[in-house]
């Protein structure tokens, strides 16, 4: 059978073999054994409504072992024999050019080369799902290789409800992820529910198929970088020789060295796990590996002295780092942490002056001295922190719950009011105020043609688009313009591409439209083929999460989701040729509401309406937002785009007198 035919044929019509599990294939863990018998039977019972009776006594014995041996039903059986990455747009078969680009994009986040446990359908962080099993999967494709433009598929959690007519306007597909009733959305209510096969954690990219695999990540370290060095050196200097002290080179925290070396620093990231620190050298993603602290301690006196833009890898623990520093009179510029202090007592996070081999051991055999373990370290973590920031070191959380769990440790982490942290969040001090509040943001988009040729010319169009928008950009947003236009001339050289032909910058409401109108204007030309706009669900108006994203809202609001919903609704109605919104993502179940977008351009005079329309919306809902709860920088963007855009009106906060406010109660 051709892909062609395997693709609209859907569920096969003949039960496929049973299959063999690869030998190689990064597994997901074993999920929570959480069901009753009841809802065991009820899980299988769920998973057989997708199949016709007469396999339901054979399915129903496989699927039980399923469930039993890894806490969910994935049907393995029927992942298709076919190699599922993103071809080119054209291989797809379908009757919608917009339904052919998801296509694309579902099986870029499928494809083994950037899936996490692509047997599971998960494309990262550990849950982040596509879909919850592989008859979704086939049938999602089966609908959207048949419906037209005037129809929209309904995805509700990886399920496929249906096509149901619409219009050309519409976009084709409508993503829900994890939406839950506000009381029943705790980590155990996702276990279970996700293990009846109702509903799934899309994490932000994965379930809205717009995951571009680690170039995201180093963009977004690199940015942050950048920021956190100008909020310390003046002016006139740069961060040559300068020392960003951090900790953690596993799967994000290993863009760090990499994001160092483009911010143009010397960054030390610790790292115990002796694999994960070689690893990360063997793949050129940090430059010097050392062993042993007088090594250390040589070679970045001598990167100093000779103002060296190094990265340097320690194999060790972070604090034996923080505290020779201390002792050693090292000055730290910039200090981070990026352990997974977000899942402390299983391996996020581990203790000093106990080997690696042996925090192991006792986390499984000794969990509770283990946990006394990692708090006395975070302890001395903190303490040796505050020994450097009282010398002028600048630290920030890295979004890893390095404070939280200090904090709970009892270390000397809290601001005087003993309700905030004596250090902000790198949301709350820069993304949040620097970038977001502006309408910077993720901004990104993928060449369907899946030609490097046309990702090359992309970025040539960006770069070319955001100079010319730099000239007359006032100076509150001339720095990020001039780190995205450094960032897209070196992009192609720093080598972050893996799967489809993908490429993200940050840029504002002005630069994501621009330059997705030059995009339109080259597919109309023949210069390139249709390309998929998107963008990171962390971004200025997609994501209310009130740990991270929403970190910077100070009204009391960023317990509230309005903006993630407005977001998604107003994306749809002004031309996303998919939307998908979530309940989860990077800080859990529960804690955050998220939604993203895709938008396939085809240079087509409507393309170029519905960028416009959707583009602007997408980023200034989220600046209003932010201006409404008095943020400086989104107050400056708002009427900035009032007064070139006479159809936005936004209610302006009038801002109170402190001392209005203070012998009132
Ligand atoms: N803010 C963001 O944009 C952002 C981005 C990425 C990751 N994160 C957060 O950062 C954390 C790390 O993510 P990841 O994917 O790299 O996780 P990971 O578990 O793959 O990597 C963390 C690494 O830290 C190492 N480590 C743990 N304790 C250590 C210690 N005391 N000293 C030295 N090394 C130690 C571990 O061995 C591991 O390799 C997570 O909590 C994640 O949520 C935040």
Not at 55 to 65: G, I, N, P, S, T
Not at 134 to 148: D, G, K, P
Not at 237 to 256: D, H, R, V, Y
Request: aromatic share 10%.
């Amino acid at each position: 059978m051709t892909l062609k035919e395997q693709i609209l044929q859907g569920i096969p019509s003949e039960l496929p073999a049973k299959k063999q599990y690869p030998e190689g294939i990064n597994r997901a863990p074993k999920r929570k054994d959480i069901l009753s018998i009841e809802e065991k039977q009820l899980a299988i019972r769920n998973a057989l409504r997708y199949f016709p009776k007469k396999w339901h006594k054979e399915l129903a014995v496989e699927f039980a072992e399923e469930l039993q041996d890894f806490g969910r039903i994935y049907m393995y059986r029927f992942k298709p024999d076919y190699d599922i990455y993103a071809r080119p747009i054209d291989e797809y078969p379908a009757q919608s050019k917009q339904a052919a680009g998801i296509m694309m994009m579902m099986q870029n986040n499928l494809d083994p080369a950037v899936a996490q446990h692509p047997w599971e359908l998960i494309t990262y962080g550990g849950n982040g799902a596509v879909f919850q099993n592989w008859a979704q999967y086939l049938l999602t494709l089966q609908y959207l290789a048949t419906m037209t433009d005037e129809q929209t598929l309904h995805l509700y959690s990886g399920h496929p409800m249906g096509l149901f007519p619409s219009s050309k306007g519409a976009p084709r597909v409508i993503v829900t992820n994890g939406l839950m009733i506000p009381n029943h959305s705790s980590p155990d209510d996702w276990e279970k529910y996700n293990a009846l096969g109702v509903t799934q954690y899309g994490q932000m990219t994965a379930g809205s198929f717009m995951y571009i695999g680690p170039q995201g990540i180093v963009h977004g370290t690199t940015i942050t970088l950048m920021n956190a060095f100008r909020k310390i050196l003046k002016k006139e200097e740069n961060p040559n020789g300068k020392i960003f002290l951090t900790a953690g080179l596993g799967g994000m925290s290993g863009a760090q060295p990499k994001a160092g070396n483009i911010a143009g620093c010397v960054s030390v990231a610790a790292e115990v796990n002796e694999k994960a620190a070689r690893k990360r050298h063997e793949q050129g993603w940090v430059d010097v590996l050392v062993e042993n602290m007088d090594d250390l301690l040589d070679r970045v006196r001598k990167a100093q002295a000779n103002n060296e833009v190094v990265s340097i890898a320690y194999i060790g623990n972070i604090v034996d780092v923080w505290e020779k520093f201390d002792e050693e009179n090292i000055f730290i510029h910039v200090g981070s942490d990026q352990t997974s202090l977000h899942i402390p007592w299983t391996g996020g996070y581990y203790p000093v002056d106990i080997s690696y081999e042996e925090s192991n051991r006792m986390i499984r055999e000794e969990p509770e001295l283990f946990k006394e373990k990692v708090q006395a370290t975070l302890r001395r973590h903190a303490a040796a922190v505050n020994k450097h920031t009282a010398k002028g070191t600048y630290f920030f959380d890295y979004g890893n719950a390095f404070l939280l769990e200090a904090s709970r440790a009892g270390a000397d982490i809290m601001a005087e009011n003993n309700i905030d942290f004596r250090y902000k969040s790198y949301v709350q001090d820069i993304l949040g105020p620097m970038c977001f509040d502006y309408g910077f943001g993720p901004f990104r988009w993928v060449c369907a043609s899946g030609k490097s040729e046309d990702l090359d010319m992309t970025d040539q169009i960006a770069m070319e688009v955001m100079q010319e928008i730099m000239e007359h950009s006032p100076e509150e947003i001339q720095l990020q313009m001039q780190d995205n236009i450094t960032w897209i001339a070196d992009a192609k050289k720093n080598k972050m591409v893996v799967g489809s032909q993908a490429r993200i910058l940050y840029a504002d409401a002005e630069g994501r439209s621009k330059i997705a109108k030059a995009f339109n204007d080259a597919i109309a030309s023949g210069k390139i083929g249709p390309v998929v706009l998107g963008r990171d669900h962390h971004d200025v108006s997609g994501t209310d999460s009130p740990y991270r994203e929403t970190s910077n809202i100070y009204d009391g609001s960023k317990f509230t989701a309005d903006m993630a919903i407005h977001n998604v609704i107003g994306d749809s109605f002004r031309g996303a040729t998919w939307v998908s919104i979530h309940n989860g993502g990077g800080v859990g179940w529960g804690e955050v509401m998220n939604g993203g977008f895709g938008m396939l351009l085809d240079g087509t005079p409507e393309a170029e309406a519905r960028l416009k329309k959707m583009l602007f919306f997408d980023v200034n809902n989220g600046i209003a937002r932010r201006s409404w709860a008095r943020n400086e920088g989104s107050l400056f963007a708002i009427k900035r785009e009032m007064e070139r855009s006479p159809n936005l009106k936004v209610t302006i906060a009038n801002l109170v007198e402190d001392d209005l406010l203070k012998d009132l109660f």
